[in-house]
């Protein structure tokens, strides 16, 4: 089988249809890359594409997306409640099928390099392929966000200056490209209107303040109903079903259950497979166990 | 997508190697059509193939393969363990894509008609494909096996007319054809040596005794350790999910747990999917929301 790689573009403009469409356009204009999916919202004032294809025909259609977001937006007039430092603000490779992380993470080099040679937007490499260890965390890049970085560059601060490109900002602003493992955005809702309960639980589960590695959490009120929302950064070390059930033993210490749950974009088969493997405790199962393997 | 379908043909030769490889072969040598399992028991004196294809191939692969074991198996002959009626004994045709119950039906009752007609085989309908509500168990049509049925039909008995072919059997004895849902072969390990539990929470479950409808559960000692082992017959309407935590439920009633389980033969993938779905509570998960579904 040949190599196929996702990407999620994230660029600033939620509001102006013309914008949104040209640049989406761009995304899915080479031949061998396909736009699965694309949102946008108005309040952020951005827009997200998903992109599938093969390594050469999605860094190509990136580059043009990049391309055509820097010559339709100017940061300097653009607000949003997202935070963002470009037109096209993030960038993240995916391996997908019969490609490594470490293939992906070249790739994403590749296209930050050409990015700020043809472009001439300066880039930051993040997560799998930063090249400094504080820049694996998206939030350390985009500090102080447009205005902040561009102030920062200007005063020569050696710890912002990027991995490609010119040491300052145009209308453009930066670009920030790397690669990460496929995210599983996961909300689980909860028999309970209570929505301390739901922040509670967020809290007791996430990385960040003490829970399991790889999940990002929050507790929110969604349709008048408890929500905790997560994101599972690298699901084979900390898979769904793990989560689910750490979840759910928290939330019985407050004497509420899972209502329901929902995965919001695109969620890798294998993630699924590995729930139904560990909940039906089928210690050997192999592809070779799946009729639909054969099918193939 | 090509409509594609399985078929489980078992065939009363389970010693001679230079049988089995030939019958084996005639089923293999259709273009389109494709054995991707055997296996042959010495005790039970039988042997079974699976075979994936399209329709027509699949079809023509089936009465190469019946033509062959009525050229090389005598009944008269044959001992085992396994009860039959036929050098071929039973036949199901399974619809596994884009395609219907009621054409694999179609099929089956082409292909005994096709069997009768130029190989001169008494042939039955079974279960989906049954003319008569009592041969929806193969049980019924098999009562008595190849000596029973052949003085019954000697008899002149009009329970047991084929539904095509002469009503007298010669030594390749009578083949049953039909159409089902994919089969599931599931077994249950206990944490526990007592093969009694096992016994006692097959009978809980299974349908002939007041469980789940759709399946069949013994309980038995298999390497030391207790097992209960079943046959799911219809997935979409009795789940794997609901068997295990049936299972689980009686076996926390003897102070056991579940050990591990696993699947015997080919799963169809939609039956985990399904376990996936209902142990995480995703109630809306679509075909959508999983990124494989956008690479095929």
Known sequence: ????????????????????????????????????????????????????????????????????????????????????????????????????????????????????????????????????????????????????????????????????????????GATVIGARPPLIAYNIFLSTEDVSIAKAIAKAVRHSSGGLRHVQALGMLVEGRAQVSMNLLDYTRTPLHRVTELVRLEAARYGVGIASAELIGLTPEQALMDAAQWYLQLDNLTPKSILDWYLQ
Chains 1, 2 share one sequence.
């Open 1 to 172: 089988m040949s190599p196929i790689i996702e990407s999620v573009p994230n660029f600033s403009e939620g509001r102006r249809p013309d914008v949104i469409a040209a640049i989406v356009e761009a995304y899915g204009s080479v031949e061998g890359a396909r736009v699965i999916d694309h949102s946008s919202d108005a309040d952020h004032n951005r827009s997200v594409v998903t992109l599938l294809g093969s390594p050469e025909a999605a860094s190509e259609a990136l580059f043009r997306g990049i391309a055509q977001a820097a010559e339709l937006i100017d940061l300097n007039e653009h607000r949003g409640e997202h935070p963002r430092i470009g037109a096209t603000d993030v960038v993240p490779l995916v391996p997908i099928r019969d490609i490594t992380m470490a293939e992906c993470v070249e790739l994403a080099r590749a296209l930050a390099q050409r990015v700020s040679a043809e472009l001439d937007i300066p880039t930051y490499l993040y997560y799998k392929a930063a090249t400094r260890a504080e820049r694996e965390v998206l939030a350390t890049i985009r500090k102080g966000e447009y205005e902040g970085l561009k102030q920062d560059l200007l005063a020569g601060d050696p710890d912002r200056q990027p991995d490609f490109g010119p040491a300052l900002l145009g209308p453009a």
